[in-house]
């Protein structure tokens, strides 16, 4: 079994910057990738960015130039820098492992439970 722990949520004034971690524990395979999403209310959850076991990233147009994802191999923590943050930001953050299951090695997606991120006017 994989659990997925997102952290730092918080209230950020726009203009400002916040970082959230994802860690996952439990018994990590062959990840394929890891990502983050995000939902505001009323709305459907969108990506955000991805970075996979080669390292290579990509994000949303909406947050491109402004987020950065990246990792800790050793921790098995996926982190998400984000910078000049504005209203529409705000959303809870959830956290993605790709995951390759054993036998079958078929990926999996695994989801962490989302920290909320507040981006006031």
């Known amino acids: 079994q994989v659990q997925l722990v997102e952290s730092g949520g918080g209230l950020v004034q726009a203009g400002g910057s916040l970082s959230v971690s994802c860690a996952a524990s439990g018994r990590i395979f062959s990840i394929n990738s890891m990502g983050w999403y995000r939902q505001a209310p009323g709305k459907q959850r969108e990506w955000v960015a991805t970075i996979t076991s080669s390292g290579s990233t990509n994000y949303a147009d909406s947050v491109k130039g402004r987020f950065t994802i990246s990792r800790d191999n050793g921790k098995n923590t996926v982190y998400l820098q984000m910078n000049s943050l504005k209203p529409e930001d705000t959303a809870v953050y959830y956290c993605?492992?790709?995951?390759?299951?054993?036998?079958?090695?078929?990926?999996?997606?695994?989801w962490g439970q989302g920290t909320q991120v507040t981006v006031s006017s």
């Open positions: 993605k492992l790709v995951m390759e299951v054993l036998v079958t090695r078929r990926p999996y997606d695994y």
